[in-house]
Nanobody
Framework: QVQLVESGGGLVQAGGSLRLSCAASGRFNSINTMGWYRQAPGNQRELVATITGVGSTNYADSVKGRFTISRDNAKNTLYLQMSSLKPEDTAVYYC???????????????????WGQGTQVTVSS
C-alpha cells in the first residue's frame, strides 16, 4: 500500500501565503507524476498543478503566477507554495501520486494512483 499524508493547510487572509506538503510512504518502485487537486463545496475536483519526475510542471490558469509546485525526490515529498491567496482558492486540497509498483492482482509491476486524505485551505476576505 502507498500512503500520502498532506499537511500545511489552514486559515489565511486574502493576499497571504501557505505551503502545503505531501509525504509519500509505502512500497512502490517509482513515482512518476505528482499533483495537487482541489475541491470546493458543490464543485467537482479540479487540477491545480502537476509535476513530472523530471520536473516539468503544469498549472491551472487560475493559479499561474501565484502557486509553485515542487518535489523532493529523495524524500518522496511534494510541495505547493501558494501566494497571493484569494477567497476563491478556498477548498480541500488533495495530493495525487502516479507511480509503479508490484501488483498482487497481476503478479507484475504495474501503474497505480494514490490520493491523500485532503487538507483544508480557507482564505478569508
Amino acid at each position: 500500500q502507498v500512503q500520502l499524508v498532506e499537511s500545511g493547510g489552514g486559515l489565511v487572509q486574502a493576499g497571504g501565503s501557505l505551503r502545503l506538503s505531501c509525504a509519500a510512504s509505502g512500497r512502490f518502485n517509482s513515482i512518476n507524476t505528482m499533483g495537487w487537486y482541489r475541491q470546493a463545496p458543490g464543485n467537482q475536483r479540479e487540477l491545480v498543478a502537476t509535476i513530472t519526475g523530471v520536473g516539468s510542471t503544469n498549472y491551472a490558469d487560475s493559479v499561474k503566477g501565484r502557486f509553485t509546485i515542487s518535489r523532493d525526490n529523495a524524500k518522496n515529498t511534494l510541495y505547493l507554495q501558494m501566494s497571493s491567496l484569494k477567497p476563491e482558492d478556498t477548498a480541500v486540497y488533495y495530493c495525487r501520486l502516479d507511480g509503479e509498483r508490484y501488483l498482487v492482482t497481476t503478479g507484475r509491476v504495474g501503474t497505480f494512483t494514490s490520493w491523500g486524505q485532503g487538507t483544508q485551505v480557507t482564505v478569508s476576505s
